[in-house]
């Protein structure tokens, strides 16, 4: 990385080879550009990662490590023309390097684990789930992330197995295994397993976790479950059964020990060595990371579907409970009570059937957990009230929610009355809901739009629509759900779980919105420059998009095209390499940085590569909007007289301005396209207030108070920099100021607009009003935005050119608009009334 920073400073015009030097804003802009390049490439290649892994393609691991090795080069390329552009301010650098190791790590099975043997659940970082495993992983995401009701422990990790084999000699025993081994080289192995010893390093550290668990509230009576946590153990596959669980296991070193190596013993069991061999493991090839576990005091236990997994219908949750622990239903011993559950918001209980429930599972303080016969009385007792089959649905929807498909979840109820969660994991279904191959006949509903826009993600889906024109419209958004929008937005994100599809009148396919709805799997449209005007708020509708890119929306429930929902193959995802590979895209594509404008979006919450190329591209576009206001600028320098009271000194840095011009020219000579439209939005006929405005005497003590203030950073009064595709423009009006950066090209995934507003000469109060009215329209045009006291900034990204453009008109008519209006806003209704007024065009 330092290397190719130091190429990349050498190929700058102008640099001293004495030394650096500070870069003027022309060198600043060509980094910039450089960012973006690089970003979409990188972005391309994140594209046609997640279609080769889609399981349409065949690839090979070649494949895989030559798109990863060009990905890191064009990430590591825009990292290095960042730094140069931002100075080295951000340390996103480790960020990306953590990642990339995580996916390193997947491609070739080579690199470094963390050096902990022990790692508390409450403290698991999100980056070491390979470590724990799948099983302690999903426990700490419930318990962490989604605050549901987890029992306290820790996982010995993946380093710690690696331990215990290296510190028993077991590595020459397992490897002398073979592809088939027999039943008796199996039994040898656990048997010398079963008398090993733990290293003294994770002898010491089951000590201090215990010790930890021990000062809880439960500490007195603790006894531990300690369960298999396998790597890839309730991920794509469940190896349900396979492992041992050793219970009621006392909370001390030697006990724990004992049951640390009876679960990895059972690694080698018969049908265990069998399941894995079936999914394309060799023998030893897995590690065993395991839990520990605080155990519940049951009172009754049981398993939770989030899809029915005969049937196919993911419309309904199934809960299967029976008196005392989980064993007698896990196992199959009893005939549990069943309860039929649909979905939504609230959860409705359909039917409820009483089972026999002639067997239970009990705890035997010298024996442990057995199955025994149910006393008679609690056979004809339901072991769950309504109330607590609908919670347990409720969280049902709110994992499957987080984990992107249904689940299996275990669950139980201690003796107090108080509902636990125990295990969560992906729940195989029959049927799914890709569309049918090749063309389709027409639904028998009215078509409302035949193959209008993009489509982002394939599916069938149908429900009420649900319009969106306001931002805080999505408050109120129903699960099931279709959403339709002008355009997409960011803040999709926080509703995206419930919804069933969405439909835009304006869209990219390289958005950041697309991809997290391809991440969600939700059947999406875009672009269709009709949606909002043709489909009704409440209006049932279906919508149909294969992937050949025909779409059709239908008015109505439409039967004939829901039927044509297909049951998914297996397919690929059943052959190990698939998988292994596809397991990386956890780390590319999700995106997690969302908003800008919060304080989360920083280096640390990077998850995966999107979400470093999303930093990057932020922060590029904050830097060239600081950078553009130095008053010393390296270009060619024009004083441009609009035909409002305005003149402006420009800075070509390419093509901003016509060729052939002098020094002063009017607006008709600006090439840059940006500028051009801002101009045109500033020059609205009407818009700009020509009179005086009445001001009181409050107010004009509060402008000559704080003329020093807001004349403190000195500089030029009106200055852009501009060039065909970009303007960095700031306008002084008075006492107050306004700055717009906008980069607006043919490619969507580059374009963004930033407004930022500050100042007034009004008393405080009235300021702040002004800024309540503008963030009312620009809320109306899709933007986010944050204000504190006359300080307002807002952005919007990720546009097609033509829409960007008309944004920008706006935002140069509410800027001529809002030029004084501070004074006029003499209470709190007068908000809603300026702002409907520009809306309306009623200047």
């Not at 495993?133 to 962490?144: I, P, W, Y």
């Not at 008015?555 to 044509?564: F, I, K």
């Not at 097609?800 to 209006?821: H, K």
């Amino acid at each position: 990385m330092r290397e190719l920073i130091k190429k990349i400073a050498a190929l700058l015009p102008g640099r001293a080879a004495s030394g650096p030097r500070r870069l003027d804003l022309k060198e600043l802009f060509h980094l910039f550009q450089a960012v973006l390049a690089t970003n979409n490439q990188a972005l391309s290649i994140i594209t046609d990662l997640g279609e080769k892994l889609s399981g349409n393609y065949i690839f090979d691991t070649k494949y895989l490590q030559e798109a990863h090795r060009e990905l890191t080069g064009a990430i590591e390329a825009s990292l290095a023309n960042f730094t140069l552009l931002t100075g080295g301010q951000y340390q996103i650098a480790p960020a990306f390097t953590r990642i990339n190791s995580l996916i390193s790590f997947m491609l070739t099975g080579q690199g470094e684990t963390g050096a902990e043997l022990i790692l508390p659940l409450a403290r698991l970082p999100w980056d070491r789930g390979r470590e724990v495993g799948g099983k302690n992983f999903h426990l700490a995401e419930l318990k962490n992330t989604l605050n549901l009701p987890i029992p306290d422990g820790f996982a010995i990790t993946s380093r710690a197995f690696d331990e215990f084999i290296r510190h028993n000699h077991l590595q020459e025993a397992i490897n002398f295994l073979g592809d088939s081994p027999a039943e008796g080289e199996l039994a040898a192995l656990r048997h010398t397993i079963q008398a090993g010893e733990p290293s003294p390093g994770l002898k010491e550290g089951i000590e201090r976790a215990l010790a930890e668990l021990l000062l809880a509230p439960q500490g007195r009576k603790l006894r531990l479950a300690v369960r298999s946590s396998a790597e890839e153990e309730d991920d794509l596959f469940s190896f349900a059964g396979q492992f041992e669980t050793v219970l009621n296991v006392p909370p001390t070193g030697e006990a724990v020990g004992a049951a640390y190596r009876t679960v990895l013993a059972s690694l080698f069991s018969p049908g265990a060595v069998e399941y894995q061999r079936r999914l394309g493991y060799r023998p030893g090839t897995i590690k065993m990371p395991v839990g520990c576990l605080a155990m519940i005091e049951a009172a009754a236990s049981g398993v939770m579907y989030t899809a029915d997994p005969v049937s196919g219908d993911r419309e309904q949750i199934i809960v299967n409970a029976a008196w005392g622990y989980g064993p007698s239903v896990v196992d199959g011993a009893t005939d549990p009570d069943l309860y039929r559950i649909a979905k939504g918001e609230p959860p409705r209980l359909l039917a409820a059937t009483c089972g026999q429930k002639r067997i239970m599972s009990v705890l035997d303080p010298a024996l442990g957990i057995k199955n025994v016969a149910t006393p008679e009385e609690q056979r004809a007792r339901a072991c769950l009230s309504q109330e607590q089959a609908l919670t347990l649905a409720g969280w049902g929807q709110t994992i499957e929610s987080y984990f992107k498909g249904p689940q299996d979840v275990e669950w139980s109820l201690d003796q107090e009355g108080q509902l636990h969660l125990l295990q969560a994991r992906p729940l195989t279904v029959e049927g799914g809901e890709r569309p049918a191959d090749g063309p389709a006949p027409d639904g028998g509903c009215p078509l409302l739009m035949r193959d209008t826009g993009l489509v982002v993600r394939r599916g069938i889906a149908a429900g009420k629509a649900f319009v969106v024109r306001h931002p805080s419209d999505l408050d109120a958004f129903p699960k099931g759900a279709v959403l339709v929008a002008e355009h997409d937005s960011p803040q999709f994100v926080r509703v995206l779980p419930y919804v069933s599809a969405i439909i835009t009148d304006i869209g990219a396919l390289a958005s950041h919105m697309a991809s997290v709805c391809r991440e969600f799997k939700i059947p999406t449209l875009v672009n269709t420059g009709q949606a909002t005007s043709l489909i009704r708020h409440g209006q049932e509708i279906t919508l149909e998009c294969d992937d050949e890119g025909k779409s059709r929306v239908y008015d109505g429930l439409d039967p004939e095209v829901l039927a044509r929902r297909k049951p998914s193959g297996a397919g690929m995802e059943e052959l190990f390499e698939f998988r292994r590979k596809k397991y990386i895209l956890r780390y590319i594509s999700p995106l997690n940085l969302v908003n800008p404008l919060v304080e989360e979006f920083s280096p640390e919450r990077c998850r995966t590569l999107h979400d470093v190329l999303r930093f990057l591209h932020e922060k590029s576009i904050q830097q060239i909007i600081d950078s553009a206001r130095a008053p010393k600028a390296k270009g060619q320098v024009f004083q441009l007289t609009l035909t409002v009271p305005v003149v402006i000194r420009l800075v070509d840095l390419g093509g901003g301005v016509a060729a052939g011009t002098g020094p002063k020219i009017g607006q008709e000579q600006v090439a840059s396209r940006p500028l051009a439209a801002i101009i045109k939005g500033l020059t609205t006929p009407g818009a700009w207030r020509t009179g005086q405005v009445a001001m009181s005497a409050r107010d004009l003590l509060s402008g000559i108070a704080r003329a020093q203030e807001l004349t403190a950073s000195g500089g030029v009064d009106n200055f852009a920099g501009i060039s065909r595709e970009y303007v960095n423009l700031g306008l002084r009006f008075g006492y107050h100021f306004n700055l717009i950066d906008s980069y607006c090209c043919e490619r969507a995934a580059n374009n963004h607009l930033y407004f930022r507003f500050v100042g007034g000469a009004a008393d405080l109060v009235k300021r702040s009003r002004r800024l309540q009215m503008m963030e009312l329209v620009l809320a109306e045009y899709g933007f986010m935005s944050k204000s504190k006291g006359d300080f307002l900034i807002a952005r919007v990204s990720h546009l097609e050119q033509d829409e960007l453009l008309r944004l920008l008109e706006m935002a140069g008519r509410l800027v001529a608009f809002t030029r004084q209006l501070d004074a006029e806003l003499a209470n709190e209704e007068d908000i809603g009334l300026y702002a409907k007024r520009f809306l309306a065009g009623d200047f």
